[in-house]
């Protein structure tokens, strides 16, 4: 049987799944359950990125990198003692267990054990001379994923001391300072916790920490940051800083599973709404070259934002159980995230533009940022992206799959992955997703298990994804089941599952345009943004180590890149021709793109450069009259140069 699961009624079931642990009452139910950290393992392209990943910044900064070289959160006399440690730990632990990397794991450990052994008894723990709770957020997160991991009763016992210390010391989230507008932070690990142990304390200092913290509910249902305050001047503090709003847009949705009240998780989309409204981007995410800055392509978005956002979506997702969310967590991970770094993820940037066509040391219209937030390289602007862009794709991976109520398994993100989890009665099952998305629409679901077994399968099927086909072929050679799912929810497929069992799901990859700033568009395949391919010149700028290739980059275009695409408004498909190739070992780099589509353009000779950047897109429909020509875009993610937001031809 194969239905349609609506998020309305995605935990009404409530099947008391034990098999992992879902929320207990009086929590309201789980709509989905994140599954323990090394159950979903990445396959094909997908692990190759994790090992670029591995082999690039993440598997070596603490080599060289002074914030972590020497460090106190591993035991260091000198060094930092503040956030980039667990930063740095929240992105390192689930990737050295999603490869099973002996080099990484055993990075792992000497990080882990000071921390484990730091523990106070008061129940604090981390550096002895860092007092601030913000840091310690983040440690009980990277606490969580290696207790997951590894069973380790040592860090159970660390999460359990430290919230006792909450419960029994005062209040001190106060609204000036990081730990007060990021306080709820520590509601996912409290709720975590509270799942595998019961103990009813833990929601009272959830909800003391709800009440005397930054009140993120009431900033979303009455957004402060619209048009009005652009035009005025927004007044920069921590309810403009991005970061801040990424972590805090799960905040009332995380919250809503204590309070029961709708008006909670309808904060979340209020949210979204005006986010998207006032200060939306393309691939996703909303503006903050450090603050809130509105709509133009050329305004930044700092890289710990997207980790971030994606974070949320992902506690979102199965707090909510809304497909919409991971809709768009696919969006941040298949463009933002890898569009942030070098294709080696051996540099990075603070801030990526929409419309990024020079990177270099020179002034632009960012909101507070420095002179260098838009190179590439080890520490551009500031040092807190260097140590928490780690997490984004093995967070990701960790969370493609998740446990339903209903003792199935859900497909919550789309790419290749392997997942082995309980199901039904307890029955291992095995489901290796075989696929190239999002570079191509054929996922191909293969299920392994030891005995015949009943559950349902959950297979988010996407918001554009209209006219999507699932077929279910049964091992035995029996009659295939075909079916048009419906776009936007999950697909349930409810029935007995016999080993070799297949399921494949063919989602049609479309061109779809999206209007944007000054009636630009942008353009889409799948869950993919797609810009022009520039040449791009590397200069060096500086080296930071002198065998490991650590370097910051000035990056000139060599080609033109003020184009007006030739586009029928209508029928966009006729107007791209799509060619495909194989994805290489470094599936981000711009010059085996595995996607590309040809257009008709020309170029806009009044659309020229301003304050070192592009200046706004015309006001479309343009007219030119310089030659039409072809040009290329490719994945938004395989360009460093790009134009995103184009201009279109009058017809």
Not at 110 to 124: D, F, R
Not at 282 to 295: A, Q
Not at 628 to 640: C, K
């Amino acid at each position: 049987m194969v239905y349609a699961q609506d998020r309305s009624n995605a935990s009404a079931a409530q099947a008391a799944n034990t098999l992992y642990p879902a929320n207990r009452a009086p929590l309201t139910p789980s709509a989905y359950i994140p599954l323990p950290l090394g159950a979903v393992k990445p396959a094909g392209w997908l692990k190759d990125q994790l090992v670029v990943q591995a082999e690039g910044m993440t598997g070596h900064i603490d080599e060289f990198w002074p914030s972590l070289k020497q460090n106190k959160w591993k035991g260091d006399k000198e060094g930092d003692a503040w956030e980039r440690g667990p930063y740095y730990l929240d992105g390192l632990v689930p990737l050295a267990y999603l490869l099973d990397d002996p080099k990484l794991l055993a990075k792992v450990k000497t990080w882990i054990e000071p921390i484990l052994a730091s523990a106070q008894p008061n129940g604090w723990f981390g550096p002895a001379d860092n007092h601030d709770r913000w840091p310690l957020a983040v440690g009980l997160k990277v606490l969580t994923q290696y207790h997951e991991a590894t069973g380790d009763p040592r860090a159970l016992e660390v999460i359990q001391g430290y919230f006792r210390y909450l419960a029994s010391h005062p209040t001190d989230w106060p609204d000036s300072q990081w730990r007060g507008v990021r306080a709820m932070e520590h509601a996912v690990t409290a709720y975590w916790l509270y799942n595998r142990t019961g103990d009813p304390a833990l929601l009272d200092v959830v909800k003391s920490i709800y009440l005397t913290s930054f009140d993120w509910h009431s900033y979303f249902v009455d957004f402060p940051y619209d048009d009005k305050a652009l035009k005025e001047g927004i007044q920069y503090g921590h309810p403009s800083h991005v970061v801040n709003i990424a972590m805090a847009v799960k905040y009332p949705g995380i919250w809503y599973q204590q309070s029961g009240n709708p008006f909670d998780a309808k904060a979340v989309y209020e949210g979204l709404k005006s986010l998207d409204k006032y200060h939306g981007q393309v691939t996703g995410r909303f503006s903050g070259d450090e603050h809130l800055s509105g709509r133009r392509p050329t305004q930044g978005t700092e890289t710990c934002a997207v980790v971030e956002f994606m974070f949320s979506l992902e506690q979102l997702v199965a707090a909510l159980g809304d497909a919409a969310f991971a809709d768009r967590l696919e969006l941040l991970a298949y463009n933002a995230n890898p569009g942030a770094h070098t294709a080696d993820f051996w540099g990075h940037q603070y801030d990526q533009q929409a419309n990024q066509v020079f990177c270099s040391v020179a002034k632009r219209q960012w909101s507070t940022n420095g002179d260098d937030s838009n190179v590439f390289g080890l520490e551009p602007n500031f040092g807190c992206c260097t140590a928490n862009m780690h997490q984004g794709w093995p967070k990701f991976v960790s969370h493609m799959w998740m446990a339903t109520p209903d003792r199935g398994l859900a497909a919550v993100a789309l790419g290749p992955s392997v997942v082995k989890a309980k199901v039904a009665d307890g029955t291992t099952v095995t489901i290796e997703e075989e696929t190239e998305y999002p570079f191509n629409g054929a996922i191909r679901f293969k299920l392994t298990t030891p005995k015949a077994v009943k559950f349902p399968l959950h297979v988010r099927v996407p918001g554009w994804a209209v006219g999507a086909k699932c077929t279910i072929k049964p091992a035995s050679g029996g009659a295939a089941e075909s079916v048009s799912p419906v776009a936007g929810v999950f697909a349930v497929i409810d029935r007995e599952w016999q080993n070799g069992d297949v399921v494949e799901l063919n989602l049609p990859m479309n061109i779809r345009l999206e209007q944007r700033y000054n009636k630009a568009v942008s353009v889409l395949r799948g869950p993919l943004y797609f810009s022009l391919k520039i040449g791009e010149k590397y200069t060096a700028l500086k080296r930071h180590h002198e065998t490991l290739p650590v370097v910051d980059w000035q990056i000139d275009a060599t080609t033109p890149w003020n184009y007006a695409l030739q586009i029928s408004m209508d029928k966009p498909g006729e107007s791209f021709e799509v060619q495909t190739g194989k994805i290489g070992k470094v599936p981000y780099e711009q010059s085996a793109a595995p996607v590309v589509l040809k257009a008709k353009a020309r170029t806009v000779p009044g659309w020229q450069m301003k304050n070192n950047q592009a200046d706004d897109p015309p006001v479309s429909p343009v007219e030119s009259t310089e030659p039409l020509t072809e040009v290329e875009l490719v994945p938004y993610a395989s360009t460093r140069l790009r134009i995103t937001e184009f201009p279109v031809l009058k017809q």
